[in-house]
């Protein structure tokens, strides 16, 4: 399957594991809560979410991403609490303004990734990559908890680590 459009007023949580062949996927699920997308990394998968204003959880792995897609979360996503991005396709530096954000981690990434953060109740962060990019504007004034790893060769890491569901 390329292409698959989830229509849907009822869905609360969406988990889609293993979809290779998924080229571009469509949401339109108003009542959605959580999104575990792992998609392949080799050909990322674009996204599309359309009113999903009650999404809480967010993890995307394998995705073709723009530096925007989370530029205005207070208005597309208003109760994100949890964004996992985790072997995403993107360069440059990604936006996200959220207020309502208390975990964020960025995952095995396959080029540094700039980040520009206006997420002031982000309390959890992770990284794990093989560099960081300097983050000229990044505000995370209550971080209690952060996990950095770096290595210098992603074949220094025979696979990296994607466990992102919680309590793993």
């Known amino acids: 399957m390329r292409n698959l459009k989830l229509v849907n007023f009822k869905l609360l949580i969406v988990h889609l594991n293993r979809s290779g062949s998924l080229k571009n996927l469509y949401l339109n699920t108003p009542n959605l809560k959580t999104l575990y997308f792992h998609g392949p990394r080799g050909r990322p998968c674009t996204i599309e979410l359309i009113n999903?204003?009650?999404?809480?959880?967010?993890?995307?792995?394998?995705?073709?991403?723009?530096?925007?897609?989370?530029?205005?979360?207070?208005?597309?996503?208003?109760?994100?609490?949890?964004?996992t991005l985790a072997g995403c396709a993107m360069s440059g530096c990604i936006n996200i303004s959220?207020?309502?954000?208390?975990?964020?981690?960025?995952?095995?990434?396959?080029?540094?990734?700039?980040?520009?953060?206006?997420?002031?109740?982000?309390?959890?962060?992770?990284?794990?990559?093989?560099?960081?990019?300097?983050?000229?504007?990044?505000?995370?004034?209550?971080?209690?908890?952060?996990?950095?790893?770096?290595?210098?060769?992603?074949?220094?890491?025979?696979e990296c680590d994607f466990r992102m569901w919680p309590n793993q």
Do not use: D
């Open 52 to 83: 999903c204003k009650k999404l809480m959880n967010l993890h995307l792995v394998g995705v073709a991403m723009n530096t925007t897609m989370f530029v205005n979360c207070n208005e597309s996503f208003p109760l994100l609490q949890m964004l």
């Open 98 to 158: 959220s207020n309502s954000l208390h975990e964020l981690w960025f995952i095995g990434f396959n080029k540094p990734v700039g980040l520009t953060n206006v997420a002031p109740n982000v309390s959890s962060f992770k990284y794990n990559g093989r560099t960081i990019a300097p983050y000229r504007n990044i505000n995370l004034p209550l971080v209690a908890i952060a996990y950095v790893e770096l290595y210098p060769n992603l074949n220094q890491k025979h």
